[in-house]
C-alpha cells in the first residue's frame, strides 16, 4: 500500500520558509491601524481634601466576584 502523502523535501521547507518570512515582511511593511481610544466614562471632580474613593460600579462588582 502506498502512502498518500509525498515526502518531505529540502525544497518544499525552503518553500515554505520563504513564503512566512514574505508574510512577515508584509505584516511589519502594513501601516498600523489607528485604534480609536474608548471614551472615559464622565468622572467627577476630585475632592479638595482627598479621599477620591468612590463606590462605583466597578467596584461593586468586584466585591460581587470576592464573595465566597
Known amino acids: 500500500m502506498q502512502d498518500s502523502q509525498p515526502k518531505p523535501s529540502r525544497r518544499g521547507f525552503f518553500f515554505g520558509a520563504a513564503a512566512t518570512g514574505a508574510a512577515a515582511a508584509a505584516v511589519v511593511a502594513l501601516p498600523r491601524m489607528q485604534v480609536p481610544e474608548a471614551s472615559a466614562p464622565e468622572s467627577r471632580p476630585a ?17 460581587r466576584t470576592t464573595r465566597i
Open 47 to 63: 475632592p479638595e481634601k482627598g479621599g477620591g474613593y468612590s463606590l462605583s460600579e466597578h467596584v461593586k462588582h468586584y466585591y
